[in-house]
């Protein structure tokens, strides 16, 4: 296969202040160093503006979409960049209603179309399709006030999170009926609608991830891994795994994606089993990079560079990716603290300050 560079300007990776970002920007440094690279977080000290191999800058928030995309487009044509990834759910969402319109400029975004994306930004959205569907979920109530809590049976605990929450964000285990109504007022105030679910029992070892790429609703690649520990241990950022092969899990979340799709791009199904053999249970889509996409490319499938090649209409990426790739190999990894030098900031001169 070609290089990188040779199919494309440069790709601007966002959110490399986080896992999902700083894993694609490294396998993609890994996967060609001559690649153009730029870094974009909108934390100045975000550690991967300062990964060797990139050049680094600051974006605005994306909570202002239209300031945000102007941004974007201002960094991509200063740094001839033609693809961009972005590395989190606020940005996919201020990206996704223009993908069509860049791609015309022959700007690259890899996301799906708007309402497609909301499956994996909404949670109460994406249980009523699987439900509708079919498809196995932990019974869930979606409450629109106090008193639609006397309708919960599902017992307890029982598990209440926001319906857009990031990770273990809101996410609380009241123990009674009463804990219930007073958990769900406070998470409702603070994170906005918000759902009560079965509590299904397990610890990070039971979570496991399908992560996806897609090419307009076609499945390009697959893989699986599953949670060791997290941050916190009841459930959170992801500090350790490992790669998994299993083909009922692997389907069942394949199931809900289609069911929710057509996608486009990057998209990761969360799925609870408590026990093996016992039926896997729907968390969430992330969609964007999976936390742990990096394991991935230290097992030998590095799935930034088939995002690029994909994006750059690689011939040679093919028609039909999961015949020809090779299996990726059994991988743990655990994430660890770096240590990194950055440049101190440059003073105005005396002029400029007066």
């Not at 249970?281 to 990079?289: G, H, K, Q």
Request: proline share 10%; charged share 20%; aromatic share 6%.
């Amino acid at each position: 296969m070609r290089a990188l560079h040779q199919l494309s300007r440069g790709v601007l990776v966002t959110g490399v202040g986080a896992p999902p970002g700083l894993g694609t920007l490294r396998s993609l440094i890994q996967a060609d160093p001559g690649l153009n690279l730029v870094a974009a977080d909108l934390n100045a000290l975000a550690g991967g503006l300062y990964e060797p191999g990139a050049r680094g800058i600051t974006l605005p928030a994306a909570a202002d979409a239209e300031g945000y995309r102007s941004a974007v487009r201002a960094a991509m044509q200063a740094y001839d960049c033609d693809i961009i990834i972005p590395g989190s759910e606020a940005e996919a969402k201020a990206l996704a209603p223009v993908a069509p319109a860049w791609k015309k400029d022959g700007l690259r975004v890899p996301l799906p179309a708007p309402d497609v994306l909301e499956f994996g930004l909404d949670k109460g959205k994406l249980l009523d399709r699987v439900r509708a569907c079919g498809l196995p979920h932990p019974q869930t109530l979606q409450p629109q006030t106090a008193a639609d809590l006397d309708g919960w049976s599902g017992g307890f605990p029982c598990v209440v999170k926001p319906r857009t929450s990031r990770g273990a964000r809101g996410v609380s285990y009241p123990e009674s009926a009463e804990e219930l109504a007073e958990i769900w007022a406070e998470t409702h105030r603070d994170h906005g609608p918000s759902l009560v679910q079965q509590f299904i029992p397990g610890g990070a070892e039971t979570v496991y991830t399908i992560g996806s790429l897609w090419r307009q609703g076609e499945l390009i690649v697959s893989t699986l891994h599953r949670k060791l520990q997290t941050n916190p241990p009841s459930g959170g950022v992801a500090i350790a795994g490992e790669t998994v092969e299993d083909d009922a899990l692997m389907q069942a979340g394949l199931d809900i994606l289609r069911a929710s799709g057509p996608w486009h791009g990057l998209a990761a199904v969360e799925l609870k089993r408590p026990a093996p053999g016992a039926p896997p249970y729907l968390l969430e889509i992330n969609p964007r990079m999976w936390g742990f996409g990096y394991l991935m490319t230290l097992a030998g499938l590095n799935i930034p560079d088939l995002l690029v090649r994909m994006c750059a209409d690689d011939p040679e990426l093919g028609n039909h990716i999961p015949d020809r790739i090779p299996p990726y190999s059994p991988t743990r990894m655990t994430r660890t603290w770096m240590d990194v030098e950055i440049p101190m900031p440059v003073e105005n001169d005396k002029e400029d300050q007066a």
